[in-house]
């Protein structure tokens, strides 16, 4: 059975061209926030960002994102995401070319 809770919901307060909202993620941490944070910020139509664990036993984080020019947050954020899974792509392949060319000793615990 799948989950009924939305990965990524809009959260009250939003301007209706969502220039500037906060977005919750579901099933998410620090770890996503921080690099989704960092990827928007490269972003110069970005005016703020910044994201918060409302609390340690929500599963979720906040994401606030503000724009200039009545741009608007949701495409920032989707291109945002987008960008940080290229860069995940890109340093996978660079640890697999590595592993391949370099000279590594592999150990074999099992006995």
Known sequence: MSDPTPKI???KGAEPDLS?????????S???????RWMLMKNPKVEFCG????????NHIHLRIQMYD????????LTALSNLDDLCVAIE???????????????DESG
């Open 70 to 77: 009545n741009l608007s947050s949701l495409t920032a954020l």
């Open 30 to 36: 620090h770890t996503i926030g921080n690099a989704l």
């Open 20 to 28: 500037a909202a906060t977005y919750q993620i579901h099933d998410e």
């Open 9 to 11: 919901r809009i959260l």
């Open 93 to 107: 392949d660079a640890y697999k070319t590595s592993l391949r060319s370099d000279n590594i000793e592999y150990w």
């Open 51 to 58: 994201y918060s664990v409302p609390h340690p036993s929500e």
